[in-house]
Every structure is written in structure tokens, then in C-alpha cells.
């Protein structure tokens, strides 16, 4: 077989005009594995591949020998377990998964799951094996690629497995590959598992999390998500967001109606958080059907509480423009009567109702701001109206004692 690779052939010592039978091949580009150099051992891993895809029974052999533990070199077996799984072979899975339940050196052994994930539907039986691994106590690197193989595989009956795992897994880089894999098998089983890691310390993770939830599309997965879409890290927050995207608007509207319980308010707020992360016409065109007579309601109730505190100011304006004439007792009525009556029709003025949420508050803007204006200078206007009434009341006092006296 030709050899084009010319630095290969300088190194192995191969005349250029010499082709090598596909066995002698293979067996020098093992040789080749032992080298130092990096590109040299790919270019060798690429050349076993040819020849073992072309020459499958007798390649495979040879490559599969150079997994022997006892070989001294280490790059070998790398090497040649790399080679087997860009081949994808269906007969060297059961060899593969010996060496992933045996083998003595963890890396190896989860080199070994790695290249069983990249064999995709081909490894469909090292399934078992596989989830047997994510249980392996000697290495975090063994359980994180057998998770991802898994996911790779879509091994069905290894979404229990894996949810058991993430469940007891530490390790962040495992974790991940757990809560992707769960995302690759699209079963609503993982779901709660998800949720809860929505809020795990590692932030890939709980992106992970969420794309997971984004491809499984069950709904009990909306309400946390929304809450998810707040998230301190902009990445997650971006995948977070492609996961709304995947639920349909029916599933986004039940959950709503079912979470708000009847509460137009609360279910405005959650469409809001949604809508504030997602284009969505459907939910919110739903949103504004809700909001307008809200809306409407609460502007009619803020005009009436506008025209109280516009009447309290004339009511000010027009006693201070008479207050030199005033008795002693219109002063007196003042300060026992009128005065405390318009401080109890200010004080049970609330505008609290209008701030609880923030789409209220949002679409009331301006109406809110002209009633606060009006809510403070009326305070200030009735609180000065007071001390004038209570100066004049001691001044007008003070001269009826020098007239008696006198």
C-alpha cells in the first residue's frame, strides 16, 4: 500500500520507491507509535485507519495486539486504541470492553471509553460495559467518558444509570458529560435531576443542564428555566434561553395558567420573564389580551387617586391665600379638623399595588411618576399648611393675652 506521508517514510526508514504490503504496513506504523512526536504518532493513528478499513481482518489483529499491557511503550496503546475506534469495527468491541473492565492503568481504560463513543451506533453492545463504568472509583476521567460514550451511543437504558450518577457525581468535568448524555437520550425522567442541577456551582454544568432540558421538551421543566434565564453567567443564560426556545408555546401557556393558579397578575409576570427572553407572537399576543384590562383598571384608579391629591393641593393653596383672615376658631377647626382629615385621605393613599410587579410598573410609568409627584408635594404642602396654622393660632394667641392685660 503507498505511504504518502514522507516524513513517516524518512522516519521509518522507507525508500520512496518501495510500497509495502498492507500487513508489513501495519506493523511499521505501530513501530511509528513509539515515536516522541506527536504528529508523527497521528500521522500513524490516520495510516492505521486506512489500512484497517480497507484490510479490516488482518489490520485489526495486528492493532488490537498492540494493546498488550506488557508493551513498554504507552504511546503505543493509545495509539492503537485510537486507531480502533475511528475504524469503528463491530468485532473489536468485545476485546475493547475488557480492557475497559480489567485493564491496570485508569487512563487507558478511559482512553478505552473515549474511543468506544466515537464508534457511535457500532458499539451499541458495550452499553452494559459502559454503565458499569460510570461507577469506576479510580477515576473521575473513566466516568466522565463513559457518560459521554453513552450520550454518543444513545444507550436507552442508561438514563436511570446516569441519573444515578449525576446524582452522586463530584467531579465537575463527569457531570457534565452526564447531564449532556441525559440530553442526547431525551427521556422526561431526567428531568427533576436537571432542574435541581440548573443551580450546580459549575457553571458548564448548568448549561449542560439546561440544553439537556431544552431537548427533552417536557414541561415541567418552563417555570425553572424562566428562573434559570437569570442565571450570573451569560453563557448559561444564552443556553438557557435556546431551551425555552425548544418548548412549544402550548406547552409555555399551560404551565403559566397552572403555576399562577388564577392569579392574572402573577401569570402576566411569568409571561413577562419569558417574553423578555424569547420572541414568541403566540404567548404574546395571550400576554396582552390578559394585561390591557389590567392596564386600563389601574389607570382609572390612578386618575381618581390624582384627582384626590390635586384637590388636596387646592385645598392648600386656596386656606394659605385666606389664612391671615381667618378666626382663631377657623384655626382651631383647622388644626382638630380639616387638617387631619386631609392627612388621613393622603395617608390611605398607597401606590404600592402599582410597583409590585414590574410590568405594572413598566407600563404605568409616566401615570405613576405624575402621582407621586402629586403624593409628595401634597405631604409637603399640607405638613407646611400645619406649622403656618400653628404659628399664626400662637401669634393670634399671644396678642389676645397683651390685650387683656392691657
Not at 8 to 28: G, S
Not at 127 to 143: H, N, P, T, V
Amino acid at each position: 500500500m503507498p505511504l504518502e506521508d514522507e516524513e513517516l517514510r524518512r522516519i521509518m526508514k522507507i525508500p520512496d520507491d518501495q510500497e509495502l504490503p498492507p500487513d508489513a504496513l501495519c506493523d511499521v506504523m505501530i513501530r511509528a507509535l513509539e515515536s516522541h512526536q506527536l504528529l508523527i504518532r497521528s500521522s500513524a493513528v490516520n495510516q492505521l485507519v486506512i489500512v484497517g478499513k480497507s484490510h479490516p481482518q488482518m489490520a485489526i489483529s495486528k492493532i488490537l495486539s498492540a494493546l498488550d499491557p506488557s508493551i513498554d511503550y504507552w504511546t503505543v496503546r493509545f495509539g492503537a486504541v485510537e486507531a480502533l475506534g475511528e475504524i469503528a469495527n463491530k468485532s473489536t468491541i468485545p476485546p475493547l470492553l475488557e480492557y475497559l473492565e480489567t485493564d491496570e492503568d485508569p487512563d487507558f481504560r478511559a482512553m478505552v471509553a473515549k474511543q468506544l463513543g466515537e464508534m457511535r451506533d457500532v458499539a451499541k453492545e458495550a452499553g452494559s460495559g459502559l454503565i458499569k463504568a460510570l461507577s469506576d472509583q479510580e477515576s473521575s476521567d473513566i466516568r466522565e467518558n463513559a457518560a459521554l460514550a453513552l450520550g454518543q451511543i444513545k444507550i436507552p437504558h442508561a438514563v436511570e444509570p446516569l441519573i444515578a450518577a449525576l446524582e452522586k457525581e463530584k467531579e465537575a468535568y463527569a457531570r457534565r458529560q452526564m447531564c449532556w448524555s441525559l440530553g442526547e437520550l431525551s427521556n422526561s425522567q431526567a428531568n427533576p435531576v436537571l432542574i435541581k442541577t440548573l443551580k450546580d456551582k459549575d457553571k458548564e454544568t448548568r448549561g449542560n443542564a439546561a440544553e439537556a432540558l431544552g431537548k427533552i421538551r417536557d414541561s415541567t421543566s418552563v417555570l425553572p428555566l424562566l428562573a434559570a434565564a437569570k442565571d450570573r453567567d451569560v453563557d448559561v443564560q444564552a443556553k438557557v434561553i435556546w431551551a425555552l426556545k425548544q418548548l412549544s408555546s402550548e406547552t409555555i401557556v399551560s404551565e403559566v395558567e397552572n403555576a399562577a393558579q388564577g392569579d392574572s397578575l402573577v401569570a402576566i409576570q411569568y409571561y413577562g420573564d419569558y417574553l423578555f427572553n424569547v420572541d414568541n407572537d403566540e404567548v404574546a399576543r395571550i400576554c396582552k389580551e390578559i394585561k390591557n384590562p389590567i392596564i386600563a383598571e389601574y389607570q382609572s384608579e390612578l386618575g381618581k387617586i390624582k384627582t384626590e391629591l390635586e384637590r388636596c393641593k387646592v385645598f392648600v393653596s386656596e386656606t394659605f391665600a385666606k389664612l391671615a383672615n381667618l378666626s382663631s376658631e377657623e384655626l382651631d377647626n383647622l388644626l382638630q379638623r380639616d387638617i387631619p382629615a386631609i392627612e388621613s385621605r393622603i395617608g390611605g393613599i398607597s401606590l404600592y399595588k402599582y410597583r409590585k410587579y414590574k410590568w405594572i410598573e413598566n407600563d404605568l410609568f409616566f401615570d405613576l411618576d405624575e402621582a407621586n409627584k402629586l403624593y409628595k408635594e401634597s405631604g409637603v404642602m399640607i405638613s407646611e399648611l400645619r406649622d403656618n396654622v400653628q404659628a399664626l393660632q400662637k401669634k393670634k394667641g399671644v396678642e389676645i393675652s397683651q390685650t387683656e392685660v392691657t
